[in-house]
C-alpha cells in the first residue's frame, strides 16, 4: 500500500477551483526511476486517480494544484514562502551539501501575456481531448 499527500485547505480556497496535478514516485529513494506526472485534472478526480493507483502498490502521489503564475515576481514569492515555511521546521544546525548545485544560465522567461496565451491553448487542447 502506498501513501498519498495533498494539501489540507480550508473549505472556501480557491485552490479547489484549479486544476491539478498528480505526481507519482518510488516510495524510497532507492528505486532509481524518475516521477511520473499526470493531470490537470479536477481536484476530486485528480485525489481518486491517486488513491486507486497507490491502494495497490508502494508507491507515492502527491496532488497538488497548479498555480498559474504569470510573472517571474510571482514565482520568485512562491518560492520565497515555501523556503520560509521549511526553515521554520529545520533545526538551525542543518548543514548544505559540500558543493555547490550546477545552475544553468538564465533564460529570458517569458512575459505574462505569453504565459496567459500558453494556458488558453492548453486549456483549448483539453476540451476537444477524447
Aim: aromatic share 4%; net charge negative.
Amino acid at each position: 500500500m502506498g501513501a498519498l499527500v495533498t494539501l489540507e485547505l480550508p473549505d472556501d480556497s480557491p485552490a479547489f477551483e484549479l486544476p491539478w496535478i498528480i505526481t507519482f514516485g518510488p516510495l524510497g529513494d532507492d528505486d532509481g526511476w524518475e516521477p511520473v506526472v499526470c493531470g490537470p485534472y479536477e481536484r476530486p478526480h485528480a485525489l481518486a486517480l491517486a488513491e486507486a493507483v497507490v491502494a495497490d502498490e508502494d508507491l507515492m502521489a502527491v496532488v497538488e494544484p497548479l498555480m498559474p503564475h504569470v510573472s517571474v515576481d510571482e514565482i520568485r514569492a512562491e518560492i520565497a514562502a515555501a523556503r520560509m515555511a521549511i526553515e521554520d521546521d529545520e533545526p538551525d544546525d542543518v548543514i548544505g551539501p559540500d558543493e555547490p548545485p550546477v545552475v544553468s544560465p538564465p533564460t529570458a522567461p517569458p512575459d505574462p501575456e505569453e504565459i496567459r496565451a500558453g494556458l488558453d491553448r492548453i486549456a483549448a487542447r483539453l476540451s476537444t481531448y477524447t
